[in-house]
């Protein structure tokens, strides 16, 4: 039997592989050829190597249950998505307009706070976040970049248009698996990679490296970079090493790092030697006991000084977050316009502000037919699908909202696109989302591709690892392919 | 932290190693090194033990009691086990995590520290010691059982070789090779005057069984738990005799496992560290080595056996631990931490 004789049904969603009138998208028909000829038990033969591979290679997350902890591989499915190269074009240009805003609306904020006085955005939803910093008005930052490192989720509704849902503008995690991925569909089909002419997502670690030598202090010709992890115990510490070892510098924990009359210095064997750029994979809150948490054991005390100073880099900078408000997400449409006065290429999801008192009654109103989160939550926590959601649960979450509206926002729900997806018996259609990682530095940059995350479990929206989901290799094709 | 700084770059960055690196790297190396030890100390005795059909209960209980002797672990094995036989002790030396120095623990160790530096070790090193801890991990005292132990045990002395192979082809000969090699000959070493000691806890019930066929069997194992009985019997091409054995792993300056021959490792590979030019050693570590490895060139098997060879053999332990902990001390210092578990928290919430 082979593999696509199986049934698919395509459901009422926009299907990444197949046309409504049932028929193989132009762009997927080769890949389709290629299953047509495979039989299930040699499908199957590849999938557990490709599993077993990722196994021995340790591209793993640890869940901490008992003190060795359980390493799982973030399960892989075989089937790439792939995106012609017009749809690409379209999409790297809304991603690289989008984060030029954001970098100059940070540094606005940060400094003459001029979009506030024009009231573009309201004030007080800025001084109210979570994540603004005010410790860091009036700082220049390095080149002026704010955001070096940016993994922005788009979503396709069912029209197949893309969507900006979140824009992860601190640690955004998960390039790792975008390059490990491809390396394993480069095992699993050789062959059909050079008919596709799929174009690489190995630069990105080089483009990374230029980035943060870009920001180092010029004071010498070889600065020396690190990446600071948490620790081994971080459930992303495969991706930090991984980085590291890519890039060939050295991984530090808060520990080996100390800060001598505002200088970075590492703890090396052979004494201190001073550290240029750090590329931070801890949050704003740990990284300097001095300054932001003081309990934080991962930090390093003096950082944040050594960093006012202009002795050392930071990527990201600190206070970006402010931005991945999710209130503030809602007038990033508007923040485009105002910098750059063009319209935005990638729009927002409709989102409605519970702090607005005409909206939030709306909400109150309709909010089993809504998907509510609170502004600062991650990993798909703190929030309601209104209509997969029981009364109570529903209830639940309006008395949360009215509580404190400034916490909450409201979209209209999307019904995610479904990619063909290798379940049990046969291929079903899962919802997907796109990561596209993109780097600013002397010039933006967006890695062709990303990582498409996949909600295995049947029906499910939510494509977040701790909570059932898998990714797939994602495939942009070459122009005139 | 150090109330003053000492003013860096004595190396280009390229050779600079964090101290943290290069304390995992040293005890990477030491545990794999430990865990092909024990696997071979393991075999030996009970393939041993099979050749001794007749055995009764209580020579076996004599046997694994001296090799748990040697081990230091006796108090610890009599906490967790009633009766000492093959398989009890297999159980503790393998994949009891209580016992530190288990298989599991030695390799679970080694994986952790290879997982903090894994951006610093080779794709081959870390693959070959990831594969060796999920092949422990899928099996237990009883499947080994079922399959018999000499492979299982194989297994485990290809993968520690397999390491070290692939060390020596894919590290570069850097500070980190230096801690690396250093941490396996201060175990290696370690390990040689253990598995001799272990007849020393052998108590003979008189005079006469000396020179028998248990006696020499029984050197014979000692050899083979040190990889040692082909060498031997090259070298001296003539019976096992116990005081030639004896010399034969102390003094040997060519065979890679006797205790002079790694002193005389870490003794080069500690001044390379330390930074040790000089004819006149700068520090205490490298004045103890030293004095260690001269001992081990001048000194005589005859005088070694009529000061004590047991006490001996304790005594250059302790002088093995002591050069460590120095050179740990001097080239990572670190401030006093915070607990385990609250920066492992911290860590995970990250």
């Known amino acids: 039997m082979s593999l696509l004789s199986t049934h698919y049904d395509a459901g009422e969603f926009f299907d990444e592989m197949y046309a409504t009138s049932g028929e193989v998208r132009p762009h997927y028909r080769l890949l389709a050829e290629r299953l047509a000829s495979l039989a299930v038990p040699e499908f199957e033969r590849r999938r557990a190597a490709v599993d077993l591979a990722f196994l021995r290679r340790g591209v793993t997350f640890t869940v901490y249950n008992d003190a060795e902890g359980t390493e799982r591989i973030f399960p892989f499915d075989l089937i790439p998505r792939i995106i012609p190269a017009r749809e690409w074009s379209r999409l790297e240009a809304g991603l690289i307009q989008r984060i030029t805003a954001l970098n100059l609306f940070l540094h606005d904020l940060y400094h003459g706070q001029k979009i506030l006085k024009d009231k573009v955005i309201p004030a007080a939803q800025i001084l109210s976040a979570k994540h603004f910093r005010r410790e860091f008005m009036n700082f220049s930052v390095p080149r002026d970049i704010y955001v070096h490192i940016c993994g922005t989720d788009l979503i396709r509704d069912r029209d197949g248009s893309y969507l900006v849902l979140e824009d992860n503008l601190r640690c955004p995690s998960g390039v790792s698996y975008m390059i490990e991925n491809r390396s394993a569909m480069r095992r699993a089909f050789p062959n059909l990679f050079q008919s596709y002419g799929v174009r690489p997502v190995e630069g990105y670690s080089e483009e990374l490296l230029k980035a943060l030598l870009h920001i180092a202090p010029s004071r010498s010709d070889k600065p020396s970079v690190v990446l600071l992890t948490p620790g081994v115990y971080n459930s992303a510490y495969f991706e930090h090493c991984f980085l590291a070892r890519q890039m060939g510098i050295p991984i530090v924990e808060g520990r080996d790092l100390v800060v001598h009359d505002t200088c970075v210095y590492m703890r090396t064997t052979a004494g201190l030697l001073p550290v240029d750029a750090i590329y931070r994979r801890i949050d704003d809150d740990f990284l300097d006991p001095a300054v932001f948490r003081s309990d934080s054991m991962l930090g390093v005390p003096g950082l944040v000084a050594a960093y006012r100073a202009g002795n050392v880099a930071l990527a990201n900078s600190i206070g970006t977050g402010v931005a991945d408000d999710k209130v503030v997400y809602a007038y990033i449409p508007k923040v485009i316009k105002y910098y750059l006065d063009q319209d935005p290429i990638l729009p927002n999801v409709t989102t409605y502000l519970a702090s607005d008192p005409a909206q939030l009654s709306f909400i109150l109103e309709n909010m089993a037919g809504l998907v509510v989160k609170s502004a600062n939550e991650a990993g798909g926590y703190g929030m309601l699908i209104g209509p997969a959601s029981t009364n109570e649960e529903v209830a639940d979450f309006r008395a949360k909202v009215a509580a404190n509206p400034r916490n909450f926002i409201a979209q209209d729900p999307i019904m995610l696109s479904r990619s063909p997806t290798w379940c049990d018996h046969g291929f079903e259609g899962r919802h997907i989302d796109l990561r596209p990682y993109v780097l600013c530095g002397e010039k933006t940059v967006v890695t062709p591709g990303g990582l498409t995350r996949v909600a295995l479990r049947k029906g499910s929206l939510v494509v977040n690892s701790s909570q059932g989901g898998g990714s797939k290799d994602t495939w942009v094709i070459e122009a005139g392919k | ?350």
């Open chain 2, 1 to 350: 932290m150090p109330a003053s700084p000492k003013i860096p770059v004595p190396r280009p960055q390229a050779n600079a190693m964090l101290s943290r690196v290069a304390h995992s790297l040293y005890w990477m190396s030491r545990y794999i090194e430990r865990a092909e030890n024990i696997a071979r100390l393991l075999e030996v005795n009970l393939q041993f033990i099979l050749d001794f059909r007749g055995y009764d209960d209580v020579h076996l209980k004599e046997h694994w009691g001296s090799i748990l002797g040697s081990s230091g672990d006796h108090e610890l094995f009599e906490k967790h086990y009633e009766v000492a036989d093959s398989r009890s002790v297999t159980e503790f030396f393998s994949f009891d995590l209580r016992n530190p120095n288990s298989i599991l623990a030695c390799v679970f160790a080694a994986r952790e520290n290879a997982r903090m530096i894994r951006d610093q070790i080779s794709i081959e090193m870390w693959e070959t010691i990831n594969e060796l801890y999920l092949f422990l991990k899928a099996r237990s005292t009883t499947d080994v059982w079922a399959a018999g132990p000499y492979e299982f045990f194989q297994d485990i002395k290809r993968n520690s070789h397999l390491f070290q192979g692939l060390t020596d082809s894919t590290y570069s000969r850097s500070e980190g090779w230096e801690f690396i090699q250093f941490g396996k000959f201060v175990e290696r070493a370690h390990k040689t005057t253990r598995i001799l000691d272990v007849k020393y806890h052998i108590l003979l019930p008189n005079a006469t069984d000396v020179g028998g066929a248990l006696d020499t069997a029984q050197w014979q194992a000692v050899l083979r738990s040190a990889s040692a009985l082909e060498a031997y019997r090259r070298f001296y091409v003539r019976e096992i005799l116990p005081w030639k054995v004896a010399e034969f792993l102390i003094f040997s300056d060519s065979f890679p496992r006797s205790v002079h021959f790694c002193v005389a490792q870490i003794d080069e590979f500690l001044r390379r560290i330390l930074g040790e030019s000089g004819a006149r050693p700068r520090t205490e570590a490298a004045r103890a080595s030293r004095r260690l490895l001269a001992n081990l060139q001048s000194l005589t098997i005859d005088e070694v056996l009529r000061d004590g060879l047991h006490e001996f053999l304790v005594e250059t332990g302790k002088t093995l631990d002591r050069i460590s902990d120095q050179v740990v001390q001097t080239t990572m210092f670190y401030p006093a931490e915070a607990t385990q578990e609250d920066q492992q928290l911290q860590q995970q919430q990250q």
